[in-house]
């Protein structure tokens, strides 16, 4: 009987488009030797059809390495496109096979369990200009944001409900006193037992922020080695600076703006605090996926404040040229902003 790591590797190579016909012929065969082979090389197929979400399909970080090491010692005949999304695409199928991993995709959430005795955890991602409501498997609700993602188990822990978090989401937790709600992202970690507070943490952004509207939450750095967190009373927040380590508080009474964006952006408010032109174009990319490019020489001193009520796009950059000097244009999902310094508006 064949090796399985050999079947493995002619299967991704079949997938990957670059088997000999005899390997071809060899995992044809082996497909109909029974129905449970088949069925598993179909199920292959039709995941290889689906888009790459992340190389990183398994978390277990040794079993991967090991097998990563198993396989770049019996392709040394592969040409070297670690880099390619085709590459991705191998090795994501041989890490499938041979983690024997169970994926399965639906719209935007991804379902994994790498092994039976491990918990299911769904992952629901919206992308740009997409926004969302959840219900979680205790009752709580989260509003996500565009270009957000979050993890959760199909089933809560008997001691803690963990909710893995990359962007910005809203949530209204149901009030359990003997399962913490616990928010874990890059850096930061926040536990509350029952509230409504919101969580900005996009990746490569300087500051994670957390804005209470009711209850209390706890917030932890994940680099301190120490349990002790800082509490949070309603109508106020806190902004942690990821590489400075440090917490800076802030109120709705001292922070208006700050405090209305992280409350109002899942009623579709878009508020501008102060920003410059980089945050501005970030925004509006963020909010309605869309690329901007920026053609002449911007002014200085944007400082832009503004609060806009499910508008669209083009009454945006409408009200906002006026007052920042440039000239516009929408072409699909392409917005340019034309700068004339000779120009006074």
């Not at 064949?2 to 088997?19: M, P, S, V, Y």
């Not at 909010?287 to 901007?292: D, F, L």
């Amino acid at each position: 009987m064949e090796n399985r790591k050999d079947i493995d590797l002619k299967i991704a190579r079949c997938l990957q488009g670059e088997a000999s016909e005899d390997e071809k012929r060899e995992v044809d065969s082996w497909a109909k030797q029974s129905e449970q082979n088949e069925y598993e090389y179909e199920r292959l197929r039709a995941y290889w059809k689906k888009p790459i979400r992340d190389p990183q399909l398994v978390n277990h970080e040794e079993q991967k390495a090991q097998i990563w090491q198993s396989f770049l010692e019996q392709q040394e005949d592969i040409p070297q496109r670690k880099t390619s999304r085709g590459w991705l695409r191998m090795v994501a199928a041989f890490l499938l096979l041979a983690c024997g991993s169970f994926l399965f995709y639906q719209s935007d959430y991804i379902f994994q369990k790498a092994d039976p005795d491990s918990p299911l955890w769904i992952t629901k991602a919206n992308q740009k200009g997409q926004k969302s409501q959840i219900q979680l498997p205790d009752g709580s609700k989260v509003w996500l944001n565009a270009d957000s993602k979050i993890s959760y188990q199909e089933v809560f822990s008997d001691t803690a409900r963990v909710i893995q978090l990359g962007g910005e989401a809203f949530f209204d937790v149901v009030r359990d006193s003997l399962r913490p709600f616990i928010v874990t992202t890059e850096g930061l970690n926040v536990r509350v037992l029952g509230t409504q507070f919101n969580v900005e943490a996009f990746e490569g952004e300087r500051d994670i922020t957390v804005s209470l509207l009711e209850g209390a939450v706890e917030v932890h750095s994940s680099e301190e080695d120490s349990n002790e967190g800082i509490s949070i009373q309603p109508e106020n927040g806190i902004s942690f600076i990821k590489q400075e380590n440090i917490f800076q508080r802030f109120s709705k009474s001292s922070h208006k703006e700050k405090f209305n964006k992280a409350i109002s952006w899942k009623e579709g408010v878009l508020i501008f605090e102060g920003v410059d032109m980089s945050v501005f174009i970030q925004e509006i990319s963020r909010w309605y996926g869309v690329s901007v490019v920026v053609k002449g020489t911007p002014t200085d001193d944007w400082d832009l404040k503004g609060q806009f009520n499910n508008e669209y796009l083009s009454n945006i950059l409408e009200a906002v040229s006026y007052s920042k000097g440039f000239e516009y244009e929408i072409e699909d999902k392409l917005v340019t902003l034309t700068f004339d310094n000779n120009q006074k508006r």
